[in-house]
């Protein structure tokens, strides 16, 4: 079965730092870009990220620059998202994409 | 960046009607590169249209999108229960940001 398996989301205080991961079954993710896609409660979808086959090109949204670090490991099927100096505004679920598939999401709380 | 507006923000119809949902982009969107998705309470988004009007594995058929540059259109031809839900176009494949329409929520009259 083609699956994606978000983990690492919780709660964080403000500045706080999380590492989301997202573990690929059932095919092999070296022959995808791979994206972090989130959603504010109640609210839309909102691209944050995404990674190139080999790691070889990384794009982010404006507002996660310099916060946000993607990456990828083929040999393990995975890939990551390390989260610096967040904020209420990062409260959201975040969906790992790879081409036409979704995890089930991971819900990051940013909250004092 | 391509900011996409999705319209009407509601569609209030009976199943059985025919569903027809915009997507307008504020400038040509690279290759045609448009998607779009469903969205149910709870749930991830699912993939239903790649590439404008190309189906995405499992899609019936009552799905069909159209549309090129800046105008888009998903068409439901006729609504099922299972298709009261929310609907998002999105762009992607050229320069980022990729970005996504602020959803249709197709509810039942």
């Known amino acids: 079965e083609v699956q994606l398996v978000e983990s690492g989301g919780g709660l964080v205080q403000p500045g706080g730092s999380l590492r989301l991961s997202c573990v690929a079954s059932g095919f092999s993710i070296s022959n995808s870009w791979m994206g972090w896609v989130r959603q504010a409660p109640g609210k839309g979808l909102e691209w944050v990220a995404n990674i190139k086959e080999d790691g070889s090109e990384k794009y982010y949204l404006d507002s996660v620059k310099g916060r946000f670090s993607i990456s990828r490991d083929n040999t393990k099927n995975s890939l990551y998202l390390q989260m610096n100096s967040l904020g209420v505004g990062d409260t959201a679920v975040y969906y790992c994409v790879a081409s036409d598939q979704w995890g089930q999401g991971t819900l990051v709380t940013v909250s004092s | 960046e391509i900011v996409l507006t999705q319209s009407p923000g509601t569609l209030s119809l009976s199943p059985g009607e025919r569903a027809t949902l915009s997507c307008r982009a504020s400038?040509?969107?690279?290759?045609?590169?448009l998607a779009w998705y469903q969205q149910k309470p709870g749930r991830a988004p699912r993939l239903l249209i790649y590439g404008a009007s190309s189906r995405a594995t499992g899609i019936p058929d009552r799905f069909s999108g159209s549309g090129s540059g800046t105008d888009f259109t998903l068409t439901i031809s006729r609504l099922e229960p299972e298709d009261f839900a929310v609907y998002y176009c999105?762009?992607?494949?050229?320069?980022?940001?990729?970005?996504f329409g602020q959803g249709t929520k197709v509810e039942i009259k």
């Open positions: 999105h762009q992607y494949g050229g320069s980022p940001p990729e970005t």
């Open positions: 400038q040509s969107v690279s290759n045609n590169y």
